[in-house]
């Protein structure tokens, strides 16, 4: 009984986040436009380099076609902004502040208010970007190789890459408690994201020891394993695998997000304090 | 001379500041070359599949890397800062302090701060620059050169004015930080050849965010790709946007009220 309370409470809660997110982003619709401007842009521009590489070498690098670039890169640009999260910078800027007394005040764990926002403005951004992507698919026109069962197991790797990359930032969020320069890290971590998720070009693209580094570290878990097994670009025990590692990153990073933030919290002064 | 000599003022009053903070110094070196590094390693990985990239051989993709460096470089050394200043001191008019001084305003306001870690990209675009010319050659004459450094001062005076132009609007809209931010999102896509992009978005990065002007333009003069047209088209923009952001900026002078009047 008090565990189904607590679940009613908590949509509640993501009820009312989602009304609060709506009108923020309602009233900043013009930065909204800007961001996912830059958002369309970097996988675009991959697509088009890289679809004149596949057209100068005879119309085919490891695998890809110019459209099949198109198709790699259009999906990309679609669950990357699934799984997207901006809450390093927040962090950042809730410590900084020390608005993160606020949130440590409220009853439920700060998580659910930050997962309940992420996923808000994703019900106005998604549409918007799919729009996008399908006036994009109009002047590349895409192909890949489609078949029905890995168009099933996308929409759990879809929600797992979410989870991973979720848990996974959150916790490096939570670096603004130790340090005021988390700019630097940031960045560190959104080049292993380029190189390693599958950003800067197909994973298969790499050399073969990259890739065994990228199936270790979560980064390809996040982004680069959905895409390609929508394309129909795995193996059943491609993706059977793939699965494991992307429920076992989120094992791992649930334990590490209750350890890092009891650390962190008890290191937390606000400001003015 | 006068203008030249406030620039120096201006340029060692930002150097006293910041040596105060000389951790940022470590911190931008960090952020520069491992920025600068990504880069290379995403040539690499590109030019293991193929010898050139729509007709730009490595060296030259390595000189339009280094155009990029050094012109982002100008842009978050000087251009960025002082126009978000201005920005900020329009809305809360302290923009009267600057208006009292017995100088140019837009002089002032363009040079009034300078954030000079940026150097550093500045340096290693350089660095970059040199080095692929070393590497292409003897292809580089004094013709390329001069073309070269030409295309670089009417690149620079074309981003200039284009954010002027898009810092004076605060005079008329309250919100404009945002408008700032496209420039820099839409500058990434300088760091590949314009002509690899199809019509669409190529007239989008020429005409209305001026990317490449800024990157393929001086990129194109050094590697000898570089036509007639596009050489006068170059300097007609620069002149014509900097007329624009003139008159620009004096109407919203003209509208300006200050702080509390």
Known sequence: MNALREILALLHLYSQQFKTTFASMVQYRISLFIWMISQILEPLVYLIVWSTVSNSSGGSVGGYTARGFAAYYLVLMLVNQFTYTWIMWEYEYRVRQGLL?????????PIHSDISDNLSSKIITLPILMFVAAGLALIFKPTAAFNWWAGLVFIPALILAFLVRFLIEWTLALAAFWTTRVNAINQVYFILMLFLAGQIAPLTLFPHWLQIVADILPFRWMLGFPVELLLGRLSHAQALLGLVAQFTWVIISL????VIWRAGVRVYSAVGA | MNTLRLIYVFFRVSVL???????NFFVQL??????????LAGLAVIFSYTQTLGGWRPNEMLALLGVYFLVGGIISLVIQPGMAALIDSVR????????????????????????IWSLLDLLMGMGVLITALILLGKS???????QFIGMLLAGAVIVYSFWLILASLSFWFVRVENLLEIFQSMYQAGRWPISLYPGWLRFALT????VAFATTVPAEA????LGGPTLLEAIGLAILLFAIARVIWRLGLRRYSGASA
């Open chain 1, 101 to 109: 007394s606020f949130a440590l005040l409220k009853p439920v764990h």
């Open chain 1, 255 to 258: 334990v590490l997000i209750r």
């Open chain 2, 17 to 23: 500041n910041e040596t105060a903070y000389r951790v």
């Open chain 2, 30 to 39: 960090f952020q520069s070359i491992l920025e600068l590094g990504t880069a």
């Open chain 2, 92 to 115: 809360d008019g302290t923009l009267d302090f600057t208006l009292t001084k017995p100088e140019d305003a837009q002089l002032l306001v363009s040079i009034q701060r300078v954030a």
């Open chain 2, 140 to 146: 580089v004459g004094l013709g390329e050169a001069v």
């Open chain 2, 207 to 210: 005409f209305i965010v001026p």
């Open chain 2, 222 to 225: 050094l590697t000898g790709r």
